[in-house]
């Protein structure tokens, strides 16, 4: 969705997967359409030193980030009683830790973007989930999304002003039900289709891929 709304207008983008091939898929895809051009990395960012990694992987192809968008999320359907401790661990170091670590190690490129720009961008992905309760039962992707949100705010206040005299720039998006393989899971667990869902949102309608990709650019830019 936002990596296909920045490289039809022309960005050089990379997307990371612990699913490599899928990952290459999507940037063919992407590159197809063009005007700018996609590459995959493989990731997977249950561990800090992963998280280290994929910032040298980006590294060895580039000096400076102009934008991070931290978006990779797992989530768990389950209610009080049947959240495994393993299950609750997953979520929240994909969901939070991760993206504090990658933006952690990318630092270096992201002063060096910040340096030569009026800022470089941090965009965190949250969700409607982290903002108030909901129907179904999700508690540590709940839980994970509000711990997103403050953690942008946090990290808003103590990036904007860099030792190098650049700015970096934290925001977060936080989106309703928009249909990515993550909210499938929501239509099996409520046994209703995107369509009958919409129909509970005050719009009747459902996020689509250029409300995630116009809003991304938005604040990148």
Not at 32 to 49: H, I, V
Not at 136 to 145: E, G, H, L, Q, V
């Given at each position: 969705?936002?990596?296909?709304?920045?490289?039809?207008?022309?960005?050089?983008?990379?997307?990371?997967?612990?699913?490599?091939?899928?990952?290459?898929?999507?940037?063919?895809?992407?590159?197809?359409?063009?005007?700018?051009?996609?590459?995959?990395?493989?990731?997977?960012?249950?561990?800090?030193?992963?998280?280290?990694?994929?910032?040298?992987?980006?590294?060895?192809?580039e000096t400076k980030v102009d934008v991070l968008i931290n978006n990779s999320g797992v989530g768990w359907g389950g209610d009080v009683e049947h959240?495994?401790?393993?299950?609750?661990?997953?979520?929240?170091?994909?969901?939070?830790?991760?993206?504090?670590?990658?933006t952690r190690y990318l630092l270096p490129l992201l002063d060096a973007a910040a340096a030569t720009s009026d800022a470089a961008r941090v965009i965190n992905i949250g969700s409607v989930s982290g903002l108030m309760p909901q129907q179904?039962?999700?508690?540590?992707?709940?839980?994970?999304?509000a711990a997103v949100h403050h953690m942008t705010r946090v990290l808003a206040a103590k990036l904007a002003r860099r030792p190098n005299g650049g700015h970096i720039l934290v925001n977060a998006i936080a989106p309703g039900l928009v249909p990515t393989k993550l909210s499938t899971g929501i239509a099996l667990v409520t046994g209703k289709s995107f369509e009958e869902l919409q129909q509970n949102i005050p719009t009747q309608r459902y996020g689509h891929a250029s409300d995630m990709a116009g809003l991304a650019i938005f604040l990148a830019s």
């Open positions: 969705m936002m990596a296909d709304g920045f490289v039809q207008n022309g960005a050089k983008v990379y997307i990371a997967s612990r699913d490599v091939e899928a990952c290459q898929a999507t940037a063919d895809e992407l590159n197809a359409k063009g005007p700018g051009k996609c590459f995959a990395l493989r990731a997977n960012l249950l561990s800090e030193a992963a998280c280290k990694k994929l910032a040298e992987d980006v590294a060895k192809h959240h495994p401790e393993k299950a609750w661990t997953n979520v929240l170091s994909v969901n939070v830790t991760s993206p504090f670590h990658v179904i039962d999700s508690i540590a992707y709940d839980t994970s999304k």
